[in-house]
């Protein structure tokens, strides 16, 4: 199974802050390497696939960048509704179809 | 405008069964693989299982091959996951999601419904 790893587990940052987030694969998982978001309460939401396509009607303060076995997720200025958790996910070799363990952003 | 309605959630023994839905809308949904994930109370996300468009090809986390299944019903736009022998480790929120593409591979998970609650306890 490929595993996905992600860093930070938590951030703290604040409003207009430049965030990036990154994701490790176990082993080469060319770009086949999607981003969602998560708020409390909520199901989880897409933002980016294929490693770099910014989900139709997602803020183009969201990028993706990476292939092989590293990505980042980069929120260029942060913004109020954007503190939540972010899991990266990989589709490359399945099954199974895995996720990281997600990372927290909070406010600062 | 896509819709997913998750339904069957509920609170049931360990070794029972419960049945969950998943009713579809606003897109072609014969053209699209499903999938179900799950998310444990204050954890992450988890695969369980996916099926292809058609219906023919499923695939299941380990953690529930033989206990679970995967199905779905075109002519009436709903998926389903009908779990047997529960175990107190499968509690948790149980979200369907459609992939962004059409065709058989399971690929990103573009529209998810809002989650039914399973909960296995005695």
């Known amino acids: 199974d490929i595993q996905m790893t992600q860093s930070p587990s938590s951030l703290s940052a604040s409003v207009g802050d430049r965030v990036t987030i990154t994701c490790r694969a176990s082993q080469s998982i060319s770009n086949y390497l999607n981003w969602y978001q998560q708020i409390p309460g909520k199901a989880p939401k897409l933002l980016i696939y294929a490693a770099s396509s910014l989900q139709s009607g997602v803020p183009s303060r969201f990028s993706g960048s990476g292939s092989g076995t590293d990505f980042t997720l980069t929120i260029s200025s942060l913004q109020p509704e954007d503190f939540a958790t972010y899991y990266c996910?990989?589709?490359?070799?399945?099954?199974?179809?895995?996720f990281g363990q997600g990372t927290r952003l909070e406010i600062k | 405008e896509v819709k997913l309605l998750e339904s069957g959630g509920g609170l049931v023994q360990p070794g029972g069964s419960l049945r969950l839905s998943c009713a579809a809308s606003g897109f072609t949904f014969n053209s699209h693989p499903m999938t179900w994930v799950r998310q444990a109370p204050g954890k992450g996300l988890e695969w369980v299982t996916s099926i292809s468009a058609g219906g023919p090809t499923t695939f299941y986390a380990d953690s529930v091959k033989g206990r679970f299944t995967i199905s779905r019903d075109n002519s009436k736009s709903t998926l389903y996951l009908q779990m047997n022998s529960l175990r107190p480790e499968d509690t948790a929120m149980y979200f369907c999601?459609?992939?962004?593409?059409?065709?058989?591979?399971?690929?990103?998970?573009?529209?998810w419904g809002q989650g039914t609650m399973v909960s296995v306890s005695s």
């Open positions: 996910q990989q589709s490359y070799s399945i099954p199974p179809i895995t």
């Open positions: 999601a459609k992939d962004l593409r059409m065709g058989a591979t399971i690929d990103v998970f573009d529209m």
